[in-house]
């Protein structure tokens, strides 16, 4: 699941193809409207062809290491980001 469709934010489980930066009819799942008293940063992963993001709520990590490009892990306690080459030969 990565996106909601948003004429009801319901999770569309059909759309696999690339990242979706415009559509009337599918949303990212981060980008939907969170309740106002949720006070949290939400890390995800498992969205290569995303790469890393960032906004003010969310970070998505997962850089592609699999497929040669970066692998992305955050300290915690800092919010530094690190990143090392894979050595995954693609």
């Given amino acids: ?12 489980y059909k759309y696999k193809g ?6 009337d ?3 990212p799942w981060f ?6 008293t949720i006070n949290k940063k939400i890390l995800f992963g498992h969205w290569a ?10 970070i998505g990590l ?3 290491c699999v497929w040669g490009r970066k692998l992305t892990a955050m300290n ?4 530094e ?3 090392v080459n894979s050595h995954t030969e693609t």
């Fill in 18 to 23: 690339e990242v979706i930066h415009k559509s």
């Fill in 25 to 27: 009819t599918l949303i």
């Fill in 1 to 12: 699941m990565r996106y909601l469709n948003t004429y009801d934010n319901s999770l569309d």
């Fill in 49 to 58: 062809s995303l790469g890393l993001y960032q906004d003010n709520r969310c």
């Fill in 62 to 64: 997962d850089t592609g």
């Fill in 81 to 83: 980001l690190i990143q």
């Fill in 31 to 36: 980008l939907a409207d969170f309740h106002a």
């Fill in 76 to 79: 915690l306690d800092t919010m």
